[in-house]
């Protein structure tokens, strides 16, 4: 079956330094491929997106490269700011069925 | 965009009561809503998908007759909590497609904290 794996924080940076969070996939097809944030205390906003191989999802700085030789989605920004503080989450979508979730990376910045 | 709301956005009740949840799309109409559970560690469950007019199709271990789910117009599901416990108290959260497809991505209501004393 399909399945997200990111990696487990929590992450913790320094205002300004540059953040990787890892996330591979495992499906059958084609899937999209999706981030999702969650600030505490609200629900998941859709971050950035790619839906084919060599897509490159970005928004606020975020990016994410749709790599399908390394079954791979991993999320960077150059220089993470205090308001980048939250719960990032990736996701898979194949088919008409619901999103497969990773487990989430908790990402602390401090000033 | 897509807006998806949800109400309460927390409740608090006693044990053996039940809860209603109400999600709605705002601006666009959802064959199809998901609703979700978050634990505390924040890993998301679904619970089971909602189709309007028809019955819910529920996940593997999620009791049907503690979790109604009715999705009764084109922009309303709602999620019961049949007489809740503790072990109930969680965030809910509710989603839906704008489109069909796996290029559509979900938009979510901003959850409920649930807590059962």
């Known amino acids: 079956g399909n399945s997200v794996t990111q990696m487990e924080g929590p992450v913790t940076l320094s205002e300004e330094a540059f953040l990787t969070i890892n996330c591979t996939y495992t499906?059958?097809?084609?899937?999209?491929l999706f981030w999702y944030v969650q600030y505490p205390g609200e629900g998941l906003q859709l971050l950035l997106k790619a839906t084919k191989a060599d897509d490159k999802g970005s928004n606020k700085g975020f990016e994410a490269t749709y790599r399908k030789e390394t079954t791979s989605f991993h999320l960077e920004k150059g220089s993470v700011q205090v308001s980048d503080s939250a719960v990032y989450f990736c996701a898979l979508s194949s088919g008409n069925t619901p999103l497969v979730f990773g487990k989430g990376t908790r990402l602390s910045v401090i000033a | 965009g897509a807006v998806v709301s949800q109400h309460p956005s927390w409740v608090i009740c006693k044990s053996g009561t039940s809860v209603k949840i109400e999600c709605r799309s705002l601006d666009f109409q959802a064959t199809t809503m998901f609703w979700y559970r978050q634990f505390p560690k924040q890993s998301l469950m679904l619970m089971a998908t909602?189709?309007?007019?028809?019955?819910?199709?529920?996940e593997q271990g999620v009791e049907k007759d503690k979790f109604l789910i009715n999705h009764a117009s084109l922009t309303l599901s709602t999620l019961t909590v049949t007489s809740a416990h503790p072990e109930d108290s969680s965030f809910y959260i509710c989603?839906?497609?704008?489109?069909?497809?796996?290029?559509?991505?979900?938009?979510f209501g901003n959850g409920t904290r649930l807590t059962v004393t």
């Open positions: 909602s189709n309007e007019g028809s019955k819910a199709t529920y």
């Open positions: 989603s839906a497609r704008v489109l069909t497809g796996k290029d559509s991505p979900l938009h």
């Open positions: 499906a059958t097809g084609y899937p999209s």
